[in-house]
């Protein structure tokens, strides 16, 4: 007897060549069986999602989710499993000073799966900037608390903004990927100085010092230190890294995503492999509310529903680490679900220079399953970047 079938949906799973109506049984918190027409009663609970899409959880790879220790941190239930998201990447709120309270508080309190990047600054996000001199990173501390919580600290964070860059130059993210070699893990680099201050070149600098399985996040971002130079042509050093297996994340946030970047770096033919928010309380309300919102954008942008799966589930689960269990619907992995609905229309979304796009179909969270527990979404409050098209 199966505890729970998923019946009558769409199942979209790339990672399996899936794409057609399918129950998906779950038992013992894990996947059991796909198959069309599991009879009902094999299963103590049925929940019917007929005329909705069934994908691997959604996995948000660039979230802020230290709620209630910094003040931009999102409670992660409510932009995980309430809004049809399974597992969130925390991309650096914590440093080593601060990274306590996520396995005493954070963690424990919440259905969403939580899995934690290192800033390498020692107090995290905390304070504003993060790094103000030398001090702020404590390198043998940061590799020592990696090494005390495996499993639950996947990597390091590193921010290429001012005035860390005016401060310390290259040798910030040196130190950043020290910590990660030593402790055995990727790093994870956010491009794009929000300040506007530093050498818009360093990314040329920045970009080789990272290896196969590192992450570069905010890949479309318009600001200086991103990867296209002053013609708009994509700077040599990122289809190198790409090629050398490099993951690129497009994390939206505030202040780093831009359509037109986005388009200049497709039509040179190096492509994103994930899909993030950057996720924050203010960002929340005024620029990005969740990972379906993301979806549609790219929908927008021409990629396919198929691919933007991809870069939401599968892809993410191997840049973190965690593809042997999450980021597929395989029979005995994780039983983690989310179920969407693809809602047709006439939608635009934006991005953070207020620039628009038109999108026929928007994707909506309809529930999320984690281990086989089952929890309600929703989109909650709309923000600008994203209303139906009433011209």
């Known amino acids: 007897m199966y505890d729970l079938i998923v019946k009558g949906g769409t199942v979209v799973d790339p990672s399996q060549n899936l794409h057609g109506v399918n129950d998906v049984a779950i038992e013992d918190g894990k996947i059991a069986r796909i198959a069309p027409d599991i009879p009902a009663g094999e299963a103590n609970r049925v929940v019917e999602v007929k005329g909705k899409v069934v994908t691997p959880g959604l996995i948000d790879l660039?979230?802020?989710?230290?709620a209630g220790v910094n003040g931009t941190g999102v409670d992660p239930d409510i932009g995980g499993v309430r809004a049809g998201v399974t597992t969130m990447v925390d991309a650096g709120s914590s440093g080593c000073d601060t990274f306590g309270g996520f396995p005493l508080h954070i963690i424990p309190n919440t259905a969403t799966e939580i899995i934690c990047f290192l800033h390498i600054c020692r107090t995290g996000l905390a304070t504003s900037p993060d790094i103000f001199s030398p001090a702020s990173i404590d390198l043998d501390k940061t590799i020592q608390v990696i090494k005390d919580n495996r499993g639950v600290i996947a990597g390091v964070k590193a921010r290429m903004v001012s005035p860390a860059l005016?401060?310390?130059?290259?040798?910030?993210?040196?130190?950043a990927k020290r910590a990660a070699v030593e402790a055995g893990v990727p790093l994870m680099v956010h491009i794009g100085d929000t300040e506007k201050r530093y050498d818009a070149n360093v990314i040329r600098e920045l970009l080789p010092i990272l290896d196969k399985g590192d992450i570069v996040t905010h890949y479309f971002t318009a600001n200086p230190g991103g990867v296209l130079d002053s013609n708009g042509k994509l700077v040599p050093e990122a289809k190198e890294a790409h090629d050398r297996g490099v993951w690129l994340d497009t994390a939206h946030g505030?202040?780093?995503?831009?359509?037109?970047?986005?388009q200049k770096v497709m039509d040179q033919g190096v492509l994103p492999h994930c899909i993030s928010t950057d996720l924050t309380v203010p960002g929340r309300v005024n620029t990005v509310h969740s990972m379906t919102e993301m979806m549609t954008r790219f929908l927008a942008m021409g990629f396919t529903f198929d691919q933007v799966v991809t870069m939401s589930t599968e892809n993410p689960a191997k840049a973190v680490g965690v593809a042997g269990r999450l980021g597929t619907l395989a029979v005995g992995k994780q039983a983690d679900l989310s179920v969407l609905e693809i809602k047709e229309g006439d939608w635009m979304v934006y991005d953070i220079l207020g620039d628009g796009r038109k999108s026929d179909k928007a994707v909506i969270p309809v529930m999320a399953i984690k281990k086989g527990e089952v929890y309600e979404a929703g989109w909650g409050p709309r923000p600008w970047g994203w209303e139906p098209d009433t011209a």
């Open 254 to 262: 505030r202040m780093n995503f831009s359509f037109d970047v986005g």
């Open 62 to 66: 660039h979230t802020h989710v230290y």
């Open 166 to 175: 005016e401060i310390m130059g290259m040798e910030m993210p040196k130190m």
